[in-house]
């Protein structure tokens, strides 16, 4: 530990354009403390979310002046965005980094997999939070669902504020409104909070998913679930993720999607692969059938989207349907977004920590598949697979 007696946990101010988010918000400076946790954190770090320094003061965390005495003083540093998933700005922080450090954030692991090779020649110890196998123990620590949750939230309030109608039925003594019809396509967790949101909205809600299984979760929520007729026992993988499947599915997929977006005034779209390209379930033909003024919501837009016209980062127009192609929607929510990273970000350190030391079981699910370095050594399969390293023989050690 840096000083010798007391595990120390560091939270940097994030350096990705536009990243609004903090890695720990004051509120649970306290819980870090009684474990025996010194926290600190740079000076501003909190502030784009709403969290000011005296608050993080107040709570019994140490603010610092610089960021280099952040890394300096801390045996744990938490980000949201680490080098993988901020890969220009992120570089800055590698030489500040110490052998033996931990480091708790995204990194964007299988989509940039040499950014890990870098953090192993670091020495550090690093885990990328994305990774987190979807078992019932690590559901609190899950940082994917809980900025999809904020992002389908978010998606709807945008269609809501952008499509050119109101979304609830309204019957009023210069007439009858009609109720905006919602097409989401994709039920995990940013589609169900999405149908939620909607329908608390007024909307007529669809939803789509090639998993069959979520068809009572769409109806819960006072949704119709569109069934297409495709073999689809093959299309949930391991954690009730949709699995990837060949593009004569997803033709066929396409084809009979058509009429069902075509009788939609809003489509969200929220199917996105670990790091892989989208896959393409609106076309350009099937943009070119809907109504005038409709909206189309790409919440996989980072991933190069599921909208064949969709541009990352940008608003286009087509034949007057309008396409969003959103990136990074959790940072537009950055308050209630990094109570609940936050949260996820405690809940993982204290796994790991054990009479206030760190310690590193391989032999444990959660942490073998978030650690993507140790010992100077890349230790994560799927990475090493996607850098050509072969694999290794043993697990890394067992304690820090």
Do not use: W
């Not at 949704?223 to 066929?252: I, N, P, Q, R, S």
């Not at 969200?268 to 070119?288: D, F, S, Y």
């Not at 087509?318 to 929607?329: D, S």
């Not at 090493?384 to 304690?399: A, W």
Request: glycine fraction near 8%; include cysteine; proline fraction near 5%.
């Amino acid at each position: 530990m840096a000083d010798g007696t007391t595990l120390t946990f560091g939270v940097v101010k994030e350096t990705y354009p536009g990243e609004r988010r903090v890695a720990l918000v004051p509120d649970l400076v306290p819980r870090l403390t009684k474990a025996g946790i010194s926290v600190c954190i740079e000076a501003g770090a909190g502030k784009s979310a709403g969290f000011l320094d005296e608050v993080y003061s107040s709570k019994g965390a140490e603010v610092l002046s610089d960021r280099k005495t952040g890394f300096d003083r801390s045996d744990v540093i938490a980000q949201v965005r680490g080098l993988g998933a901020n890969p220009q700005e992120g570089a800055a922080d590698v030489p500040l980094m110490r052998k033996g450090q931990v480091l708790i954030c995204q990194l964007d692991p299988l989509s940039e997999p040499e950014s890990c090779r870098t953090l192993a020649d670091t020495g550090i110890t690093a885990f990328a939070l994305e990774l987190l196998p979807r078992i019932t123990r690590a559901q609190s620590m899950d940082v994917l669902s809980s900025m999809a949750t904020i992002a389908g939230y978010k998606a709807v309030v945008m269609a809501a504020d952008m499509l050119p109608r109101m979304f609830p039925m309204l019957m009023t003594a210069a007439g009858t409104v009609a109720p905006a019809r919602v097409l989401i396509v994709g039920v995990g967790v940013a589609g169900l909070q999405a149908i939620a949101t909607a329908r608390r909205l007024g909307a007529v809600v669809n939803a789509y998913d090639i998993r069959p299984a979520v068809k009572e979760q769409v109806e819960s929520l006072g949704a119709k679930f569109v069934e297409l007729e495709l073999e689809t026992g093959d299309a949930e993988g391991k954690g009730g993720y949709a699995k990837a499947m060949d593009e004569e599915f997803y033709k066929k997929q396409r084809e009979l999607m058509a009429d069902v977006a075509a009788e939609s005034e809003v489509v969200i779209t929220t199917a996105a692969i670990p790091g892989k390209k989208a896959p393409i379930l609106i076309t350009r033909e099937m943009v070119q059938r809907m109504a005038p003024a409709s909206l189309i919501i790409d919440l996989a837009a980072e991933r190069g989207g599921n909208c064949e016209l969709t541009r990352p980062g940008e608003t286009v127009v087509e034949g007057g349907v309008t396409i969003v192609g959103p990136l990074n929607i959790a940072s537009t929510v950055p308050y209630h977004a990094s109570q609940m990273y936050s949260k996820n970000v405690q809940t993982f350190l204290l796994h790991l920590v054990h009479d206030g030391v760190i310690h590193v079981d391989p032999e444990d699910e959660i942490t073998r598949e978030t650690m993507v370095s140790r010992n100077g050594e890349v230790v994560h399969a799927r990475v090493r697979v996607l850098l050509g390293i072969e694999s290794m023989s043993t697990p890394e050690g067992s304690t820090k």
